[in-house]
């Protein structure tokens, strides 16, 4: 069986906040970000634009990649 875990992250940002909502929210287009090796969707969101399911991949200087 796989071993799980959890990671919590906290960023402060100093941009204006629709800018970081944004960046955030748009992730299908995160593949530019360092350590982001796909991101796919699962489920679409909402009409609300809410409860969309999307699968990353990350990968980093480690020999492992989170999916």
Known sequence: MPVQYSFITKWQLKAPLPD?????????????????????????????????VRNYTWKSVLPYTLN
Do not use: H, R
């Open 20 to 52: 970081v909502w944004n960046a955030i929210y748009n992730s299908l287009e995160w593949p530019w970000w360092k350590g982001v090796v796909s991101v796919i969707e699962t489920e679409k969101n909402n009409e609300e634009g809410i409860n969309g």
